[in-house]
């Protein structure tokens, strides 16, 4: 669930169910589906590399994308949510649904942990 900032911007609300996210289950296959074919090893656009836990975190021209525990803080909820202008659209097909949006704010929030 999330709300909107006195700024506009949407914020991420506690949920309890975010410990449960994996990696390796819940966010790469959505990483593969909606990133990868831009930031995979062989293009790498911005430097970044959705393929693996290592690449989210620590690549990328503006690195690191990913700031555990502070969704608000990290690139990548800032570009998937719309809120980050510098650039292009991320994912430049338009916004991903709120679901699949909550998912990544949610681990990231949770720790963006590896698992």
Same mark, same amino acid.
């Given at each position: 669930?999330?709300?909107? /900032?006195?700024?506009? =911007?949407?914020?991420?609300?506690?949920?309890?169910?975010?410990?449960?996210? /994996?990696?390796?289950? *819940?966010? #790469?296959?959505? #990483? =593969?589906?909606?990133?990868?074919?831009?930031?995979?090893?062989?293009?790498?656009? +911005? +430097? @970044? =590399? /959705?393929?693996?836990?290592?690449?989210?975190?620590?690549?990328? =021209?503006?690195?690191?994308?990913?700031?555990? $525990?502070? /969704?608000?803080?990290?690139? #990548?909820? &800032?570009?998937? !949510? +719309?809120? &980050?202008?510098? $650039? *292009?659209?991320?994912?430049? &097909?338009?916004? !991903? *649904?709120?679901?699949?949006? &909550? #998912?990544?704010? *949610? @681990?990231?929030?949770? $720790?963006?942990?590896?698992?």
């Amino acid at each position: 669930m999330t709300r909107r /900032s006195s700024e506009g =911007d949407r914020v991420a609300i506690a949920n309890p169910e975010a410990a449960a996210i /994996s990696f390796e289950v *819940d966010i #790469l296959p959505l #990483l =593969d589906e909606e990133c990868y074919y831009c930031h995979k090893p062989e293009r790498l656009k +911005g +430097g @970044w =590399d /959705s393929s693996t836990y290592e690449g989210v975190m620590t690549s990328g =021209d503006n690195a690191p994308v990913v700031v555990p $525990g502070e /969704s608000r803080n990290s690139l #990548l909820a &800032q570009k998937i !949510m +719309g809120i &980050q202008a510098e $650039g *292009d659209e991320m994912p430049p &097909q338009g916004l !991903m *649904d709120e679901a699949r949006i &909550q #998912l990544i704010i *949610d @681990w990231i929030n949770a $720790g963006a942990p590896n698992n």
